[in-house]
């Protein structure tokens, strides 16, 4: 399991959504026969869709009408919904914001300190609309918003950072204790990212119920080029995915492993969960939607760094409701409207009667084709880039 | 026989067009001494070329001209010629349509329901032309229209979809028994489509004479990017020629194995052949003829789902007669026409007397190489997605 | 030896320059001080670099002007030189020739049938010039070309076709006798094309003095695309060149392995020798050059094809005198100039004193770099096709 | 450790930085915590990264501006720096010449003879502004610039041509004798390029303090190209660090190895690292800067050969001060500033506490990502090719 890449250096092969397809086998279902439900820290979502927690995605009415509908969106405590009173005019300079100045725009806007008012009245305004409040923040602020997200009301609590491991130095400030952090905040915590089996078994250990699989893959994120860190997302999933069903065959507690960046159309989600996800997180596809308070932009939560901005501002335009882009009726072909329809479509072409046997459909290694769909998104991307 | 894409996870690597190459070896045969015939459902023809039942591309009177030279299209009884009496009108509006508007008008036109008077009216028109009636429709309507087109005098009737499996669940209708129908209908049935040994298998024992091999390949076709599914189709002719092989070593019965979808020359025809097709089914290079109804246009027979449309209205534009297409004298010089005169050039190149030996001329790995021919078909490809 | 392309077919991985590269050693040597001569059929030439036998490469007085400084042109006996007195004017026809009609208009500059005793006159006037006169023809027409050429004084003859086998079979014609053929000529005699082990080993019994290696790799080819047919030039004369040694080792008696076509700059052929290769045979890199007829045009010498036009009327454009092309001074660094210097500083770099010490040298497979060379070529490629 | 690439020879595969990525494990460390400082021939430099001996790139000026900050820029002892007592104005030349007489100006500006008396004066201005003086020259007349270069304060003297090897070959001039070389000239001695475990094994026999690798791997070069030679950084890079490591393992003498070219985003410098280099050489990212002399253009010292120029003249445009290409803030997103803090903020997420712990991270080998900083730069390199 290594090729050599140099004397006395192995590495191993990994795969990425594009390299991959799924093949059908002896038993077909009925679409309207599958259930494509999923449970999250034990709140079951109709939806195994989760929104990534951008400015440009999610604000709390995205998050409301997402819930609305048995999905769940993801709100950043370190966003611009608890530096401003009004969230929207600060995105709406950024989305203004000229392509030479968007970096610098960026990084003022996110200057601006945050509110803890603001954190309570947040995640108040989504319990109030009845919808389930699940936030997310950086582990260096975790222990300061944790309890104040707790206190009002949270039902999912996402510690999230480009690497998260349990073993964090720092001279300058002391590091979150991951397991006491998930002990105290009684309700279910998520972690991430991360991409890797050893490091998903020790983020389990924290009694954490969750974790997010991806580094470096997503559009909006140039980790890889800036950092040459990044591990395609069928092998970072297929190992995280090894870890949850190691620990669940030792100790019986099952987590929930998702996807999070890096696909572009409903093929890339169905294979994402045939390598192993429960759920997966989306950002483009809910950028697109017309309730994504970023009007068919978005940028990545690394991009404010005010000396290290990594991410792009990537325009994606606007093609639909958030209901036609999770459910149809598809107003296009490309694989990225009806992401529900395709997955039950997908499941059943597949026999796979739930998620949990959509894990266990196998797997081709194909080259990647060429089709439209890809050229066309692939030039709309730099094209785009605006 | 398979890698690692993650822990515990293996797929095997598989191949399509562009990847392979035919090596010429000890012998060559003059190409007018070589036997480029097939036979499918006990039928000879002298085109081992099928034309693929796409309403851009085969109507009565395509059929009609394709049958008179030898060859056999196959006409989709849910298409626009038994949902109208006059279908031209028809795809003149999808062809019409705008870019933007395109998906609708198609689901529109194909929302006018059947009328099962025109499945037997038009079946006849094929007979009085004296040309074989070959006809298609999905396993959901087969039952209702095998009989009334075996009735009408149909000589091969074929059941296809998109994925066809012998088992299949649904609570909301009874599935198709396949071997039943196979048995109930007499006149030979074909089955597809299939990219795996095991389901190639299985739908032999069903009494068919033979499957379709492709699932994903088609330039019309955007099921990988949309469900993820796909094999690339040497690697699954392959699969489907070993169990037609193994199924024949045990049982004397011989299968007609019928590549179709993913082939843009004749260069891929022959590839098709040499992985084991006993005759390959197209769409692409029809569409070009003059003949077709779409001039110049195609669209898949997914892309009218009301709910999550699979496919592209492709333009290909119109570039000589059937005659000139099948046998040439070529205008140009990418290998789009003479298709008949390319097979027999290269059978006779790689020493092959007829489709059988073609089966079994040597393969290589060969990177596809950007030649103008590829490159240009890919610009026109995207350019030309109107 | 080979991998699963599907289940009971293994193809074995073959190789292409761009995949490969070159790895220095132990040893440097100043590039004045290495030999790059070769011998073929027992004639010496100064340079290794043959010039393929297309029209727009080679007329009387380009071979005149090549062999003047070392190397030797190939002229075809069934080119436009031997069914025009004045071939210019038909070479300027098919320069001078609309895109949309060049097929057309080459079919039938190539309908004029051939004059014997041009045949005899050309090859006369390359004798008068003192330059050694080499030929070519295909094998049908060798038995009737071969004894005039002979006569007229030819030093080398070629039998060339796509694809060249000692067996060959046809009910409408005799089919050319090799090895009596290579008897009868008493002058030495070269075959080709061969891209195989075996068929080359079997080349070689004829008594032939050397083996053309190459289907399907050209620019001005598209045997791949139209047949499917092709092996990437690294494995093939590598290939080739085994059969070589083995018969040397066998026999005592050596042969000359000729990689032609596919090389587009210095590298590439550098490669070609690195592989195994005695000399190269090139069409592109000389169309660019003053003396070539083509006036910077070039075409396949299988695009006559009546039915079956295979090649393309390439644009290369005219940027240096053949001096400036094979000795320097380079007036670009794209590769495509000083080709001799590019092998004398290759040779030098890796430690090899001549070409059978190049045949030595370490090769890598390495991924191809998109060099600007490479783009910028690959634009002219497409974009020029005039 | 090699695959067929043909009868009878085998090559092994070699990787490249787009090839790679890296992989975080069990272990985080807040960037600001790690040491990125380097040694190189006894000195200690805080930034690891040094500036490439090209006349576009390095000056006296801009080797002051550097080494003020903690970095090294290499002079070049052939260049314009040595022939011209006001360089600005030669380099001016070649900035302002027109593509398609770039290559002819840059030969006439080089063909002005090397003045001693200038090779003393730049080192004295360069240790009068008491920053380290790295020069560099090509092996014919090291052994003449050599002495004048240490009497005149010389700190490290680098031996540098594209292949380096301790046995070179010449029957026109005498080989330099690295060994003696070395020992006379008792500063520390650098020698490049290699790409080699035995050939850097051969090179530390000599007594010289570290060696350069990389043969064609820059965006100004087009070795591979020219002469097909060339080895992608990566597996070039981990070969000579494990020729270092045994060598220290043997003898306790620990070399520098400098991986040189290629790298164009602050991920492929970590790469460079991971790959087992002590530190990288850059040429187009200090281009980029305001202190470069060439105003965003660069080109290789191998492009004004006379008779066969390789390289390019590039423009990368001005993007910031040096002090922001090291240091930040990055003004863009493409990983082409703040490299220091890119590299710090890798080591932190790859838990590397210095560059000794960084050479040990896990590598992965993962299909190139076409991320829009990679190909908006691939657009750039062939659009600005002025």
């Not at 397809?21 to 279902?29: D, K, N, Q, Y």
């Amino acid at each position: 399991m290594g090729m050599w890449v140099g004397m006395g250096r192995k590495a191993r092969r990994s795969y990425g959504f594009d390299e991959i397809a799924l093949v059908p086998g002896s038993l077909t279902i009925n679409p309207d026969d599958v259930d494509t439900s999923c449970e999250i820290g034990g709140i079951k979502f109709a939806i195994p869709i989760m929104a990534s927690s951008m400015d440009g995605v999610v604000d709390v009415n995205f998050a409301i009408s997402l819930g609305k509908i048995g999905g769940v969106a993801v709100l950043h405590l370190e966003g611009v919904s608890t530096r401003y009173e009004d969230p929207a005019e600060a995105v709406e300079r950024i989305v203004n914001a000229d392509v030479t100045e968007v970096t610098k725009v960026i990084q003022d806007v996110y200057s601006k300190p945050i509110k803890k008012d603001l954190v309570s009245r947040r995640i108040d305004e989504l319990k109030k609309a009845k919808v389930p409040a699940v936030v997310s923040c950086n582990p260096q602020v975790a222990g300061e918003f944790g309890p104040i997200a707790r206190e009002a009301g949270c039902d999912i609590f996402i510690v999230q950072s480009t690497v998260i491991t349990v073993r964090h130095e720092s001279s300058k400030y002391k590091s979150l204790d991951l397991t006491r952090f998930c002990k105290d905040m009684k309700i279910p915590v998520l972690l991430g990212n991360c991409v890797d089996y050893q490091v998903a078994l020790e983020l389990m250990e924290t009694g954490c119920q969750g974790i997010f699989v991806g580094i470096g893959p997503g559009t909006a994120c140039t980790s890889r080029g800036v950092l040459g860190i990044g591990v395609p997302q069928i092998t970072a999933t297929c190992d995280a995915a090894a870890a949850r069903d190691f620990y669940y065959k030792r100790t019986g507690k099952y987590f929930s492993i998702i996807t999070d960046g890096g696909m572009a159309t409903g093929g890339d989600i169905c294979k994402a969960f045939a390598a192993g996800a429960d759920a997966v997180m989306l950002g483009n596809a809910f950028a697109r939607s017309k309730e994504a308070p970023g009007k068919g932009y978005h940028w990545g939560m690394a991009m404010p760094h005010p000396n290290l901005p990594r991410g792009t501002r990537i325009r994606v335009g606007t093609s639909g409701s958030l209901q036609e882009i999770l459910f149809g009726p598809a107003q296009t072909d490309d694989g990225t409207q009806n992401l529900m329809g395709a997955l039950a479509t997908s499941m059943g072409n597949l026999g796979a009667h739930n998620i949990k046997e959509m894990q266990l459909v196998r797997m081709i290694i194909a080259p990647s084709i060429q089709t439209e769909g890809k050229v066309y998104q692939t030039a709309q991307r730099v094209g785009m880039r605006k």
